[in-house]
């Protein structure tokens, strides 16, 4: 058994995975500094009703170099788990120092934490934001990525770049993980599943971007969390055959590894509203709206590593799924709760 630092702890995915890896007999760590993207709140009661309160948790902004440093001499964890980032693409174009700050410098302190402290691997949330513009279909960790949509993509693929850089220079094991549109129960109030239950709920019309021929690899919170579990027992070693005349992406002659997550299956963007409209019981007003600056049209996770590497293939169809949120939706935003 291991101890775990989570940072991002009261978020959506560090949340689960905490009580998962306390359910593994791991000690967990949390740092989170419960900023006000979204509802406080709902991050509270991660902590106090997802979590109850089994964690030791950190009201801790990590780009305070001092304290981050302090936690990893006092706390001594063996293993880190980033998850702490400024989510959304939209977002990045109104707020892009945000970016900078959260996903870079706030990153950087992690990396030095790990570099100083001896952990025994770096595992951090990247994002199938990462393959921008590019139109190969399934999106593979070997392909290029030189080609970012957005200020948040384009974030992901520093922190991907910065972390190979520890794996070298350090030897520091880090493993990146390129989410594929992540949902499910607690999920957060700016993501589409979130958004789209409230409206049809309130009877309020909702936006479909695309005109509705969007495809999203979604991938169930349960999925995610079961993948970076497994993960968190298998170090990323050197790649014997890797060379620089015909670089992998994915891999490196230092201990340096990414892995897609995703479904493996995309869903377009109508059924996704038709699995929610079926699950509620109603039907959804639509206004039909042109694709957004930074959205891609499709995206799909070709997870062959993730299988052959930890035998796991995401696999929680999306009707399934989004009955688990709408049964935690409807319970959690009963009648002493405003959404």
């Not at 760590?29 to 309160?53: A, E, H, P």
């Not at 293993?79 to 970016?99: D, K, T």
Request: aromatic share 10%; net charge negative; with cysteine.
């Amino acid at each position: 058994m291991k101890k775990i630092l989570v940072t991002g702890s009261a978020g959506f995915i560090g949340s689960h995975l905490s009580g998962r890896l306390l359910d593994d007999g791991h000690t967990v760590i949390g740092i989170d500094n419960l900023n006000s993207y979204y509802d406080v709140n709902l991050k509270k009661d991660r902590l106090n009703l997802l979590l109850q309160n089994r964690i030791k948790n950190y009201e801790v902004d990590i780009s305070d170099t001092d304290k981050v440093m302090k936690i990893f001499r006092e706390e001594k964890p063996d293993i880190v788990i980033n998850l702490a980032a400024q989510a959304g693409v939209r977002y990045s174009m109104e707020n892009p120092h945000a970016y900078i700050t959260s996903n870079i410098n706030r990153f950087t302190n992690i990396l030095e934490g790990c570099r100083h402290h001896e952990v025994e691997q770096l595992i951090y949330a990247s994002s199938s934001s990462v393959y921008g513009a590019n139109t190969v279909k399934p999106f593979s960790t070997t392909d290029n990525i030189d080609h970012p949509l957005s200020l948040y993509a384009a974030t992901k693929k520093a922190n991907e770049l910065m972390a190979h850089t520890y794996s070298h220079l350090y030897r520091l094991p880090t493993t990146g993980l390129r989410f594929f549109t992540v949902y499910g129960p607690w999920g957060r109030p700016d993501m589409a599943l979130f958004k789209f239950t409230k409206a049809i709920l309130e009877d309020a019309p909702i936006d479909v971007y695309n005109n509705g021929e969007m495809m999203r690899d979604f991938t169930y919170v349960d999925d995610i969390v079961e993948a970076i579990a497994r993960l968190s027992g298998q170090t990323p070693q050197p790649d014997p055959a890797w060379s620089g005349n015909k670089p992998d992406p994915s891999s490196s002659n230092a201990p340096y590894k990414i892995y897609n997550i995703g479904n493996n299956a995309p869903v377009r963007l109508m059924a996704f509203i038709e699995a929610i409209e079926n699950g509620l019981g109603k039907t959804a007003e639509k206004h039909y709206m042109p694709l957004q600056p930074g959205d891609v049209p499709e995206t799909y996770a070709d997870v062959e590593d993730l299988y052959r590497n930890i035998d796991f293939r995401p696999s929680t169809d999306i009707q399934t799924g989004v009955n688990h949120f709408i049964e935690w939706y409807l319970a959690y935003y009963s009648k002493n709760k405003v959404a």
